[in-house]
């Protein structure tokens, strides 16, 4: 549990010099939706499809992200729940809508990316926007731990 408190802590620290924490942090989840849009997208092997027909990369990416925060804090992980299933959710809604879910998804990513670089707009703001991709799933957590610690949730 320290460990998870370290590690959010530098992650927050990481992001205090955040310009437009409105447009930041709205394209910091829709760069979420994204980039599991195009994973979502991607051809799978006929395997995959065997087992069953939601199992793809995005759903696999989803999974991984659960056990993860599962690893980092079962409470945490607990509250993260709603946020996944509304990720696939959505994927599994844009797959089956008229409109083209790769064409979404992509179009998603690049304005969430034009956004988070607004929101990091200063020295350094591109290195920023790689790291933001880099811990993409990282900062619902945080997002969520800084709700729990308000509500006096121990995490």
Same mark, same amino acid.
């Given at each position: ?52 027909? #939601?199992?793809?990369?995005? !759903?696999?990416?989803?999974? @991984?992200?659960? +056990?993860?925060?599962? &690893?980092?804090? $079962?409470?945490? =992980? ?37 956004? #988070?670089?607004?929101?990091? !707009?200063?020295?350094?703001? @591109?290195?920023? +926007?790689?790291?933001? &991709?880099?811990? $993409?799933?990282? =900062? ?16």
């Amino acid at each position: 549990m320290q460990e998870t408190d370290t590690w959010l802590a530098d992650y927050g620290e990481d992001h205090r010099d955040i310009n437009y924490g409105a447009i930041y942090w709205i394209s910091v989840m829709t760069i979420i939706f994204g980039t599991v849009g195009i994973l979502w997208s991607l051809p799978v092997p006929e395997a995959f499809s065997e087992i069953s027909p #939601i199992l793809n990369w995005g !759903s696999t990416f989803l999974m @991984a992200a659960v +056990v993860y925060y599962f &690893i980092i804090s $079962m409470a945490l =992980a607990i509250g993260m729940l709603p946020f996944v299933f509304g990720v696939a959710t959505t994927q599994i809604w844009l797959e089956h809508s008229s409109l083209n879910h790769s064409y979404v998804a992509a179009l998603l990513a690049v304005a969430s990316l034009v956004g #988070i670089y607004m929101g990091r !707009s200063g020295n350094g703001a @591109a290195r920023a +926007v790689l790291r933001d &991709i880099q811990m $993409m799933m990282i =900062a619902p957590v945080w997002l969520l731990s800084n709700v729990y610690r308000r509500l006096g949730i121990p995490f």
